[in-house]
């Protein structure tokens, strides 16, 4: 089992531009929520996908988007970035029905916004 | 504003001895709590967790204290190992997973 994997590991872009990221959930997991991660903070929550929909949605600006395909897989979008968006962004999944202390967690992807 | 707080960037601890990582929180609506350990180059890994209807949950070598009248809870490590060196992560929740927050952790360093 390969566990909860993110591409790419690292990006680097400049402001004004656009990103997508990509995360595998772990399998027989139907849940995916993604963290932002800024330097020297805790993760902070973005949104949870379930049933290709958004579920929940932390304090972010409707630049921050994403999808959830139908094989459970998720992107994050972020439009017009700015040099704050810079961060570590973590996808976490979780199986059908559980609560958030069975998220599992992947790597993250390193975003530089230059 | 944190709703999480951790207020010690970081902790060195001789190994054997106990590692007292403490966590404050604000909302009073938070109704579970857990830690979660993280290594460079990794996401982070859940660890223990707490409800609000408990004071103590026990695992291993991991306890976890709960004071809700002072919104305060720790993580107890006893015996500490030098694998346990890891940033370490508290975070709480609303009743059904709503308002998942962390705070910004706290690094602890087990020194042989």
């Known amino acids: 089992d390969a566990g909860v994997t993110q591409s790419p590991t690292h990006l680097i872009k400049t402001r004004g531009q656009q990103v997508t990221l990509r995360c595998s959930p772990k399998?027989?997991?139907?849940?995916v929520s993604w963290y932002q991660q800024a330097l020297g903070q805790g993760p902070q929550f973005i949104f949870q996908?379930?049933?290709?929909?958004?579920?929940q949605r932390g304090n972010f600006p409707d630049r921050f988007s994403g999808h959830q395909f139908p094989n459970y897989s998720s992107e994050l979008n972020v439009n017009a970035l700015l040099l704050g968006d810079s961060a570590l962004y973590l996808c976490?999944?979780?199986?059908?029905?559980?609560?958030?202390?069975?998220?599992?967690f992947g790597p993250g992807t390193r975003l530089t916004v230059l | 504003d944190q709703q999480v707080k951790q207020n010690s960037p970081s902790l060195s601890v001789q190994e054997g001895r106990i590692s007292i990582l403490n966590c404050d929180y604000t909302n009073s609506m938070f109704d579970y709590f857990l830690w979660y350990k993280k290594y460079p180059a990794e996401g982070p890994t859940f660890l223990i967790s707490?409800?609000?209807?408990?004071d103590k949950n026990e695992d291993g070598r991991f306890t976890v204290f709960l004071n809700k009248s002072a919104k305060h809870l720790s993580l107890h490590i006893v015996p500490s190992q030098p694998g346990d060196s890891a940033v370490y992560f508290c975070?709480?929740?609303?009743?059904?997973?709503?308002?998942?927050?962390f705070g910004p952790g706290t690094r602890l360093s087990v020194l042989p």
């Open positions: 996908y379930y049933e290709e929909e958004e579920r």
């Open positions: 707490i409800s609000s209807i408990k």
């Open positions: 976490a999944s979780q199986p059908p029905g559980s609560a958030y202390n069975e998220q599992f």
């Open positions: 399998s027989g997991h139907d849940t």
């Open positions: 975070a709480a929740s609303g009743n059904y997973g709503q308002n998942f927050v």
